[in-house]
């Protein structure tokens, strides 16, 4: 079954840097573009990157340009958000996602979330 595993999340000081990762299984990763989502309390749920199968595009929503960096490793089947400059309008809790396509179907496919604290 795809599995879809973040780590990295935590608290750290506006300014500072965090790594997340997402390690994926049960489908063929580098087949499928990867996206980081994220979620602060009493908001919804937002794209906050997204990058292409083979890595070579990436995009990100206005608020994080030139702050985050996603990234992906198709041997490993992990797809990083690496974020600079943090602020404290960052904290939510951070997801991974995968749309897969089975047959003529697709599904959604989320991990259990990471929390990132930014305090200011």
């Known amino acids: 079954q795809v599995q879809l595993v973040e780590s990295g999340g935590g608290l750290v000081q506006s300014g500072g840097s965090l790594r997340l990762s997402c390690a994926a299984s049960?489908?063929?990763?580098?087949?499928?573009?990867m996206n980081w989502y994220r979620q602060a309390p009493g908001k919804k749920r937002e794209l906050v990157a997204t990058?292409?199968?083979?890595?070579?595009?990436?995009h990100y929503v206005d608020s994080v340009k030139g702050r985050f960096t996603i990234s992906r490793d198709n041997v490993k089947n992990t797809v990083d958000l690496q974020m600079n400059s943090l602020k404290p309008e960052d904290t939510a809790v951070y997801y991974c996602?995968?749309?897969?396509?089975w047959g003529l179907g697709v599904m959604d496919y989320w991990g259990k979330g990471t929390l990132v604290t930014v305090s200011s």
């Open positions: 996602h995968a749309e897969v396509r």
């Open positions: 990058i292409a199968s083979t890595g070579g595009s990436t």
């Open positions: 049960g489908f063929i990763f580098s087949s499928y573009a």
